[in-house]
């Protein structure tokens, strides 16, 4: 399985609902709080191009993952369905 990023903001509604489908589902992610880590918006707009959140990032775990772009997807609601794709949950 891939390594899971969820880039967040406190005052994200869809970001809030992120976290509980995750949490409701077990699946392990790192919480990335800009709010708390604010030079890590930096890594996400060099991952992702974007500031928006909440940014989904998957990361291969492979030895050549650092050859490799992570995956990114922005939003929550408008990507619900590839995000229960890529995590085994349809």
């Known amino acids: 399985m891939k390594e899971l990023a969820l880039y967040t903001r406190p005052t994200c509604s869809d970001c809030q609902e ?3 489908f995750l949490k409701a589902h077990d699946v392990p992610y790192v919480n990335v709080d800009l709010s708390k880590q604010p030079e890590k918006e930096a890594e996400l707009i060099r991952i992702s191009g ?7 990032v998957f990361k291969d775990p492979s030895i050549f993952k650092r050859f490799r772009k992570p995956d990114v997807l922005i939003g929550f609601e408008n ?3 590839e995000i229960k794709k890529r995590l085994d949950l349809s």
Do not use: E
Request: glycine content about 8%.
């Open 18 to 20: 992120a976290k509980k």
């Open 50 to 56: 974007t500031r928006i959140v909440p940014a989904f």
């Open 79 to 81: 990507n619900f369905g």
